[in-house]
T-cell receptor, first 113, second 113 residues
Framework: DQQVKQNSPSLSVQEGRISILNCDYT??????FLWYKKYPAEGPTFLIS?????DKNEDGRFTVFLNKSAKHLSLHIVPSQPGDSAVYFC????????????FGQGTRLTINP | EAQVTQNPRYLITVTGKKLTVTCSQN?????MSWYRQDPGLGLRQIYY???????DKGDVPEGYKVSRKEKRNFPLILESPSPNQTSLYFC????????????FGDGTRLSIL
């Protein structure tokens, strides 16, 4: 039973345009969300997070939006750069276990020059 | 350099032959965790540890053991590996605290024949 879902396995975007990665979750009790970025042969690295008391958080080219009523969050990358090509995982902190990360399936983003 | 180091990075072995994947972190983190990544499922937590001698099960602990005798090390033990444990494994560490971002190692790809 996938509690965090990323329904797009892959996304292709032109360099310089906006990339939008989407994530849905099932439990309204989840209160903290994170995005991780993963390059081949490397571990995931933390990118940006958002608490449920906010609906937006920005860090440079990266913005995460949270829609609690829809149980949906999205990551916007503007402008997209070739180095952004990676797999992006949406994650939330599980309710049971203080720091367990519950991950989505991942979306492979490809930025085309 | 702050890092989480896993060994080996790749291993092909046979069913039933005990193996250990080591994980070491140099950031003095209290929290450590093991995840496995499988296609279409994202990363799922196997075991975690809040501090030395304190370990607990994650979502998919069957067939695995861990120990935490020292703060920096958190080995993952497969006593009798089976083909369904073929996967990509990640170790992670962080300070204790729900919103502390976890730092991941570069992964260990295990193939059990």
């Amino acid at each position: 039973d996938q509690q965090v879902k990323q329904n797009s396995p892959s996304l292709s975007v032109q360099e310089g345009r906006i990339s939008i990665l989407n994530c849905d979750y099932t439990n309204s009790m989840f209160d903290y969300f994170l995005w991780y970025k993963k390059y081949p042969a490397e571990g995931p690295t933390f990118l940006i997070s958002i608490s449920s008391i906010k609906d937006k958080n920005e860090d440079g080219r990266f913005t995460v939006f949270l829609n609690k009523s829809a149980k949906h969050l999205s990551l916007h990358i503007v402008p997209s750069q070739p180095g952004d090509s990676a797999v992006y995982f949406c994650a939330t902190l599980g309710i049971q276990g203080a720091q367990k990360l519950v991950f989505g399936q991942g979306t492979r983003l490809t930025i085309n020059p | 350099e702050a890092q989480v180091t896993q060994n080996p990075r790749y291993l092909i072995t046979v069913t039933g032959k005990k193996l250990t994947v080591t994980c070491s972190q140099n950031m003095n983190h209290e929290y450590m965790s093991w995840y496995r990544q499988d296609p279409g499922l994202g990363l799922r937590q196997i075991y975690y540890s809040m501090n030395v001698e304190v370990t607990d099960k994650g979502d998919v602990p069957e067939g695995y053991k861990v120990s935490r005798k020292e703060k920096r090390n958190f080995p993952l033990i497969l006593e009798s590996p089976s083909p369904n444990q073929t996967s990509l494994y990640f170790c992670a560490s962080s300070r204790v605290g729900r919103i502390q971002p976890q730092h991941f190692g570069d992964g260990t790809r295990l193939s059990i024949l």
